[in-house]
Each structure stands twice: as structure tokens, then as C-alpha cells.
């Protein structure tokens, strides 16, 4: 499975970006993770295959609302009240084991896309 992420841009602090990402088959669990200059990457939202159950980081919740369209094989992450320590690049993975919940490990998922950058300016 291949994944292409897209919509990463400049935003300014208080605004709203929608990130894509297009799977080029069928995938379960999905998620976003994000990796600052530096830092480790970290898991941002993720949300299994019939698209029922969500997982967000608290640092997120209430701003960000991921979503999939499975006939379009492709996951959202709708990002609003953007703050400067959003600034990341985003990667989107999916996960090829079915789960009841969506997992937050890193190392559970098997493919990974090429990563988008989202800047947040003050």
C-alpha cells in the first residue's frame, strides 16, 4: 500500500488546514503523527477501518477531527484552532491488523506516506 499525504501549508495561528491522504488500497486503522524539528514522531489522531471509533492526543482534542472515505480509500485530518506548536511535518500510516481501537504506536503501523509540512505562524 502506498500512501500520498497532502494539504500542508502556512497557516496562522487561530486558523484551519485540511490534510489528505489518498491509500492506494484498502487499509484498516489509519492515523496521522507529527514530527517536529528534533523531536520524536508523535501520534496525532488515528481512526479504524469502518471509520466508528477515533483516538486523538489530548493536545488535540476539540481542534482536530480526522475522517475517512473508504470508497475513496482516503483519510482527512481537519485541523482548526491551529497553534504555533502544531508546526510539524504531518505523516499519515495505516495499519494493515484490524483493531477494535485505534492504536497510538508508532511501531504498529506498516505503512507510512511521505509526509506533509504544516507551518503556524504567531
Known amino acids: 500500500v502506498q500512501l500520498q499525504a497532502s494539504g500542508g501549508g502556512l497557516a496562522q495561528a487561530g486558523g484551519s488546514l485540511r490534510l489528505s491522504c489518498a491509500a492506494s488500497?484498502?487499509?484498516?486503522?489509519m492515523g496521522w503523527f507529527r514530527q517536529a524539528p528534533g523531536k520524536e514522531r508523535d501520534f496525532v489522531a488515528a481512526i479504524t477501518m469502518s471509520g466508528g471509533r477515533t483516538k486523538y492526543v489530548d493536545s488535540v482534542k476539540g481542534r482536530f477531527a480526522i475522517s475517512r472515505e473508504n470508497a475513496k480509500n482516503t483519510v482527512y485530518l481537519q485541523m482548526n484552532s491551529l497553534k504555533p506548536e502544531d508546526t510539524a511535518v504531518y505523516y499519515c500510516?495505516?495499519?494493515?491488523?484490524?483493531?477494535?481501537?485505534?492504536?497510538?504506536?508508532?511501531?504498529?503501523?506498516?505503512?507510512w506516506g511521505q509526509g506533509t509540512l504544516v507551518t503556524v505562524s504567531s
Open positions: 488500497g484498502r487499509t484498516s486503522t
Open positions: 500510516a495505516a495499519d494493515s491488523s484490524i483493531r477494535y481501537l485505534p492504536t497510538t504506536d508508532v511501531y504498529e503501523y506498516d505503512y
